[in-house]
């Protein structure tokens, strides 16, 4: 059996329409498919769990309509069942999970690929973080990644505009993360950040963005770290600091081709284990959903999931 998880709000009812456009397709017609419609904020997490838990020993593949923020959710209810596939067809705004995970086909040709498609699936390590010392067995999961700071702040103002639907009706919703880094920059304050890496501690001052990645998209397509790969055990991280306003707006310009780890002010590591802290609250991102804490432990999960990689 495919389990079929809509979000019917990703991309101001992108996913909705993708989904019609699958059900009425002949090859959803002949497999064995159940289909739930999500209703609200957390719903889909909820869903993702109970579906697991009822339907674990049929499932094939859970099958997600929706964008980051949908995965993001589906992933953290299927928490206690690593082995069940999952698989993407994307229909949010971002849709950084897809472009990691899979070609440029059509939303149909992408399931005929998943119902049709056989060993299909890669290991996908995805991420834990903990924020404020929440107990291990709280962790939550991660697809994309996880930003704090000038990031932080502009997927906040981002989520919280009124022309991000709008942009998202003419499939131009990238667009509202330019507009968020230019209002976010005037007002944005540098801070002191307490980074460990693999157990190397390092305080550093004048600090723009911490941003670590499981995969090299974020930000609807743009390549921040775009060395980090899905099977890896290791995080690729970002930190921007010492750098000056102006120069911040022409590194962002170059993160849609990687060009941005050239500057000098953009260092790249990589770990097995971070932990980000400062006595200021601090802005992050997940998965294209915004929070604020003063601390938190990210790594990579220790067992792998099957996630549909798509044919080329």
């Known amino acids: 059996m495919y389990i079929v998880i809509v979000n019917p709000y990703a991309g101001s009812g992108k996913a909705k329409k993708v989904f019609e456009q699958i059900r009425q397709s002949p090859v959803y017609k002949k497999v064995e498919c159940r289909a739930f419609i999500t209703q609200h904020e957390g719903h889909t997490e909820a869903l993702a769990q109970q579906v697991a838990e009822i339907y674990k020993d049929r499932i094939i593949c859970i099958i997600v309509i929706g964008g980051d923020g949908t995965i993001h959710e589906v992933l953290n209810g299927l928490k206690h069942h690593p082995s069940i596939p999952l698989a993407l067809i994307p229909g949010g705004s971002g849709n950084d999970f897809g472009k990691a995970t899979l070609s440029k086909k059509s939303s149909i040709e992408i399931f005929e690929d998943i119902v049709g498609s056989e060993n299909q699936y890669s290991d996908y390590r995805v991420g834990t973080y903990r924020t404020d010392y929440?107990?291990?067995?709280?962790?939550?999961?991660?697809?994309?990644?996880?930003g704090f700071g000038f990031d932080g702040e502009i997927v906040k103002v981002a989520n919280n505009s009124i022309l991000k639907k709008w942009l998202n009706l003419y499939n131009i919703g990238f667009l509202i993360y330019c507009l968020a880094l230019l209002r976010t920059l005037r007002a944005f304050q540098p801070k002191t950040i307490e980074l460990t890496v693999d157990g190397e501690?390092?305080?550093?001052?004048?600090?723009?963005?911490v941003t670590i990645g499981i995969h090299g998209y974020y930000g609807g397509g743009m390549r921040i770290l775009p060395n980090a790969r899905i099977q890896s055990n290791?995080?690729?991280l970002?930190?921007?600091?010492?750098?000056?306003?102006?120069?911040?707006?022409?590194?962002?310009?170059?993160?849609?081709?990687?060009?941005?780890?050239?500057?000098k002010e953009v260092e790249v590591l990589t770990g097995s284990k971070v932990s980000v802290k400062s006595e200021?609250?601090?802005s992050y991102h997940v998965d294209g959903e915004s929070g604020s804490c003063q601390s938190c432990y990210i790594q990579k999960a220790n067992i792998p999931r099957p996630v549909f990689k798509g044919k080329k």
Do not use: C, D, P, Y
């Not at 929440?134 to 996880?146: C, F, H, P, T, V």
């Not at 501690?201 to 963005?209: A, C, D, F, I, P």
């Not at 010492?242 to 120069?247: E, P, R, T, V």
């Open 134 to 146: 929440r107990k291990e067995k709280n962790a939550r999961l991660l697809a994309n990644s996880i």
């Open 201 to 209: 501690k390092r305080t550093l001052k004048n600090v723009w963005m």
């Open 234 to 236: 290791q995080l690729e």
């Open 238 to 263: 970002l930190v921007l600091h010492n750098i000056s306003k102006w120069k911040v707006l022409v590194m962002f310009v170059t993160v849609f081709w990687g060009g941005h780890v050239r500057f």
């Open 280 to 282: 200021e609250v601090l």
